[in-house]
């Protein structure tokens, strides 16, 4: 009985993490709304997340994490090309708690991110994406749907981003 239960748990747990791991999702899907913080403490609602009709990149990330700034700082060196490629707008949500949210501004700028950065400090935002892990990547098409995510970070991986990015603006041009 005691194996049957734990073969149940592992099974859980795997479909749960597959179904976050990464790919397509289901078109029509959009952010929820809920309040976070911008770095320098005004309230912004996740609702107002958009970029006049192009695809926008959100990545749930911390300052603790280290696959999340290995992500973070591959799309920095080619980010600026990306914007006047494709026009995309990444918006990196930091899901540092209270303890950590005060490092965010100065790693961020130490870094030099051309990011829009918001703060996350209760995981509010995380919780209604149901993100379990970070690093975590969304991207919005046109309209603001979510079509595309991932967990995890592989180095190489945000060369399929852009290609997904590049791939929404070329729909977006032929419609």
Not at 29 to 57: C, M
Not at 150 to 175: D, N
């Amino acid at each position: 009985m005691k194996r049957i239960v734990i073969l149940a748990a592992v099974l859980f747990l795997s479909v749960a993490l597959f179904a976050q791991t990464e790919g397509e999702t289901k078109k029509g899907k959009t952010l929820p709304r809920v309040e976070i913080k911008t770095l320098d403490g005004k309230v912004f609602n996740t609702a107002d997340i958009q970029n006049d009709g192009k695809p926008v990149i959100i990545s749930l990330w911390a300052t603790w994490c280290k696959p999340c700034i290995a992500e973070l700082m591959a799309i920095a060196d080619v980010y600026e090309d990306w914007v006047e490629e494709t026009g995309v707008k990444l918006y990196a949500i930091s899901v540092d708690d209270a303890k950590t949210a005060a490092r965010v501004a100065p790693f961020v700028n130490g870094r030099a991110w051309e990011y829009e950065v918001l703060l996350d400090q209760n995981w509010d935002f995380k919780r209604a994406m149901a993100v379990a892990d970070i690093p975590f990547l969304c991207i919005l098409d046109g309209n603001g749907e979510i079509v595309w995510q991932h967990t995890s970070y592989a180095p190489g991986s945000e060369e399929e981003v852009f290609e997904i990015v590049k791939k929404l603006v070329e729909e977006a041009k032929g419609k």
